[in-house]
């Protein structure tokens, strides 16, 4: 069965320094979604790509965070610089299209020290 | 207002009795409803999506939607201690996908 690929699992840094996240999406699914997870809530929403196409980064912190989908296929998240609140799990996700199912990754779990 | 809200847990059921989980939704045009499960440490998986108003069986698993209550639920059967998670529910309105809080539920052997 197809899944979403991200790496790496854990990531554990200092703040002030670049953290960077991969994404492999499901084979043939034009939408990629990343999102934040604090401890205790639902994910939200940090960026959305249709294919290439940025189309809702509205809640991305543009300061410190970028997103990039160059070929429209895998992806990369960046953090630059980290913070302590940035402590969370990140989660990749893809659908066929912007209305369908969303399926997620096991995600990448950051510890900003 | 939160976009999509749960019913507080966590919910305590013992092992072979039935679990309810409820969640409503603000966006009165919202057109597809999912319930994932997440186990601790993990990412969610889905378990159910429903469009239409109605109920949607799935293996001990029922999704009931109430479009005019703007209303979403979950029903499990015959609980089993695998089903100890947390049920989080999830709407689309405007191409974006909305999650309430989750709520945990425990399986009591």
Redesign the interface.
Known sequence: EAEVAQSPRYKITEKSQAVAFWCDPISGHATL?WYRQIL??????LV?FQDESV??DSQLPKDRFSAERLKGVDSTLKIQPAELGDSA?Y?CASSQG??E???????T?LLVL | QKE?EQNSGPLSVPEGAIASLNCTYSDRVS??F?W?RQYS??????IM?IYSNGDKEDGRFTAQLNKASQYVSLLIRDSQPSDSATY?C?V?SD????????TTVTVRA
């Open positions: 979604y205790g809530q639902g994910p939200e929403l959305q189309v809702d799990m989660l912007r209305r199912t969303q399926y997620f990754g096991p995600g779990r | 999509v057109q597809s999912f994932y440490g993990k990412s969610p998986e889905l999506s989080l999830a689309i191409y974006k996908l909305s999650f309430g809080a989750g």
